[in-house]
């Protein structure tokens, strides 16, 4: 059985990016959306192994949603990926319950990389 | 304009240049940006928030963008859609997110603002108050013109 990703991004190319990579490495991407609010509402219906998440986006921004995730479910798996690496940024994703922390632009072997640190093989 | 504003911004071009394009770019000398300039008919904006603050505008021709986001798609592309677009505004968006980490390390917190896409001849942009330096990065895509108006608020 895949494991199922859900991909937050507010840009488009970073969202096709994301799920032709992850697909071609026989991930199930079950859903994708532009905002923090619409990554929690789609968190509820498909219960995705991992979550992918942007930080800076207009609604709900990526800390906050993760802080929403991760009060729903303590056990939800959410790796941020980001353009902007300032450690504060990085703490404070951490402390919001992140598991992983990846600056864009990343290589593919960093993301595969990321999500079997996380969730394992 | 002080260096220490300006060399993350040259720093984070170089690396997400070469990251993404697999370029090795040739930068040019930098150059005072007259405060009303005329755009390349292709720029990304992004603006720049916290203890520095202003804009950096990234300009190409039409052709350089075409060749820039073909090059981020992994093929050319028939016409300028929103995908285009959008791999165009993340190219601005990750350069200057990776800036924001060089001018955190020297003390300055800052934040940006998400990019926009501007396409059309003969734009014209004036920075009202804050002064700014212009600077080439040469590609086998084309030119890359980068204005850099940024100023500290400790």
């Excluded at chain 1, 703490?91 to 079997?116: C, H, N, T, W, Y």
Aim: with cysteine; net charge negative; proline share 5%.
């Amino acid at each position: 059985m895949p494991k199922k990703i859900l991909i937050t991004d507010d840009a488009l190319f970073m969202r096709v990016t994301l799920k032709n990579l992850l697909v071609n490495n026989g991930y199930d991407v079950v859903g994708e959306a532009i905002n923090g609010k619409e990554a929690v509402e789609r968190y509820s219906t498909h219960h995705p192994d991992v979550v992918f998440m942007d930080i800076t986006m207009p609604i709900m921004d990526g800390i906050a949603a993760t802080r929403a995730i991760k009060a729903r479910d303590p056990n939800a798996n959410v790796i941020m990926c980001t353009a902007m690496g300032q450690k504060n940024l990085v703490m404070e994703a951490i402390q919001a319950g992140a598991k992983d922390f990846i600056v864009k632009p990343f290589s593919p072997e960093r993301v595969l990389e990321s999500i079997i640190k996380v969730i394992g093989k | 304009m002080k260096a220490e504003y300006v060399n993350p911004f040259l720093l984070a071009s170089h690396s997400v240049l070469e990251m993404v394009l697999g370029a090795r770019p040739v930068q040019g000398a930098l150059a005072a940006q007259p405060n009303t300039f005329t755009t390349q008919p292709c720029c990304v904006v992004c603006g720049v928030t916290g203890q520095v603050q202003g804009q950096v505008i990234y300009g190409m021709s039409l052709a350089t963008a075409d060749n820039i986001v073909g090059a981020m798609l992994g093929q050319p592309i028939d016409s300028f859609d929103a995908l285009a677009s959008s791999a165009l505004g993340e190219l601005g968006n990750m350069i200057s997110g990776n800036a924001l980490q060089f001018l955190a390390e020297a003390g300055w917190i800052c934040d940006i603002t998400p990019p926009t896409v501007m396409r059309g001849p003969d734009v014209k942009i004036t920075t009202i108050s804050i002064p700014a330096i212009v600077v080439t990065m040469t590609m086998d895509h084309g030119e890359l013109f980068i204005t850099i108006g940024v100023q500290g608020r400790k």
